[in-house]
């Protein structure tokens, strides 16, 4: 639900930008919010997520998880462009990043790993191992009822 929510939101804030976009590139051009390409693999013992996001330092990239639900942000810097007279194709998207989903099940926080290189960010997610409880059983009832102190 926090995921839907979330894509729904950045989808909107896309279609308002690329809407003034429209009206004045030029205006956007350091305030425009992108999204990142982004892979979620499932293993038996992990998740790996994936993400595009060239020409960013990893200084600039966040990776930010709490139990099962997973934050990305960061921003990508436009290089200074003071003697360009006008553009003549605009496609490579800067500005800040966010991105955040849900995962099936709570994550290992102890043991996340991440990598940047050639342009793309990977994490892995080991899944947390359910921590089993053994009951021990005693061999006598203590014959005090249920639910009574």
Request: hydrophobic share 40%; charged share 30%; glycine share 4%.
């Amino acid at each position: 639900m926090v995921s839907d929510l979330s894509r729904l939101h950045g989808q909107m804030r896309r279609l308002m930008d690329d809407m003034l976009y429209q009206l004045s590139p030029r205006f956007l051009l350091d305030q425009r919010i992108w999204s990142p390409q982004i892979d979620v693999l499932e293993t038996p013992e992990a998740f790996l997520v994936i993400a595009e996001v060239s020409g960013l330092i990893k200084d600039e990239i966040q990776v930010t998880v709490k139990r099962n639900l997973v934050y990305l942000a960061g921003k990508r810097q436009r290089p200074d462009l003071a003697n360009a007279v006008r553009y003549l194709q605009m496609e490579i998207e800067y500005g800040s990043f966010e991105r955040s989903f849900e995962l099936p099940v709570v994550i290992d926080e102890s043991r996340i790993e991440a990598q940047y290189k050639d342009g793309l960010l990977t994490v892995v997610l080991p899944k947390k191992l359910s921590q089993k409880k053994t009951i021990p059983i005693k061999s006598e009832w203590s014959g005090k009822k249920i639910g009574s102190s």
